[in-house]
């Protein structure tokens, strides 16, 4: 909590300069990198980010709710990736700071399975525009050159108003397109190669329950070397012939310790 309060009194104090007309931005870009600004607010300033970034005890949230809407751009951007809320960050870099460059670098370095932040990006984008074609800005079909095999184009196309001229979209499509074609064969080939090893494992499989083992009374037990006599017997895909009583696991070698889920691939009875 104490974090959380001094984290509020810098925001505050901070408040306060903006509030005087304090400016460190110019055209919607930072001035010069947050926290190096002159005076007692890069001084403020710096030690807000470095609290942020490094305590674990700041009530992100809070913090984030102090700030609202003022112009602490990079503390927003900072609290907003940290409560993973990645599309309002990117909306922060996109519309605020019209730092483009900077968008698709925070979609790189948070990335994850979760998160399609490349779509996100470009929803921000779209959501910037009027719906119509002459609106979307050139750094959204951009994204779309550099970033088309991230991409699924059956989303773009339906964020895409209809009157986007395909020529703007080819470059996209075109990648789009080889990519989800050689996916496709890649998972073809991946499909034969698992239905060959099937195949394969269920040969071995067939060979190795199919065996005739002829058995002497006076053979022994391989496990308790009883002799087998005419009782009921198992026997393993290797030979080995034990007691009924003996097995135990008909997946494993009680005498050498085979495994043979590992040599047929799967096993049943032995």
């Known amino acids: 909590e104490i974090h959380?309060?001094?984290a509020v009194l810098y925001v505050?104090?901070?408040?306060v300069f903006l509030r005087q007309g304090i400016s460190f931005a110019a055209d919607g870009h930072e001035a010069t990198a947050p926290g190096t600004e002159p005076g007692l607010f890069g001084q403020t300033r710096a030690k807000l980010l470095s609290l942020l970034r490094r305590s674990p005890l700041?009530?992100?949230a809070a913090v984030l709710n102090r700030?609202?809407?003022s112009a602490l751009y990079e503390e927003a951007i900072l609290l907003n990736s940290k409560l993973r809320r990645h599309p309002v960050a990117l909306g922060i870099i996109v519309d605020k700071l019209h730092d483009f460059e900077r968008a698709e670098?925070?979609?790189a370095q948070h990335a994850s399975a979760e998160d399609d932040l490349?779509?996100?990006?470009?929803r921000v984008y779209m959501e910037g525009s009027s719906g119509?074609?002459?609106s979307i800005p050139q750094a959204a079909f951009d994204l779309l050159e550099r970033q088309a095999t991230k991409l699924n184009p059956l989303q773009v196309l339906q964020m895409m108003p209809d009157d986007v001229p395909v020529s703007l979209l080819q470059p996209f499509l075109t990648q789009a397109l080889r990519k989800?074609?050689?996916?496709?064969?890649?998972?073809q080939i991946t499909k034969n190669l698992q239905k060959a090893h099937h195949l394969h494992t269920a040969a071995a499989h067939a060979q190795a329950v199919s065996k005739c083992v002829r058995v002497a009374p006076d053979r022994p037990c391989q496990k308790c070397y009883k002799y087998l006599g005419d009782k009921v017997i198992a026997c393993y895909p290797n030979g080995t012939l034990v007691h009924f009583k003996c097995f135990s696991d008909p997946s494993v070698d009680p005498v050498s310790g085979i495994d043979f889920r590992e040599t047929y691939g799967y096993f049943d009875e032995p």
């Open 180 to 187: 989800s074609h050689s996916t496709w064969r890649e998972g």
């Open 105 to 107: 670098r925070y979609c």
């Open 12 to 15: 505050d104090t901070l408040a």
């Open 4 to 6: 959380t309060r001094l």
């Open 67 to 69: 700030i609202g809407r």
């Open 132 to 134: 119509s074609a002459s």
């Open 118 to 122: 490349t779509l996100a990006l470009l």
């Open 58 to 60: 700041v009530s992100d």
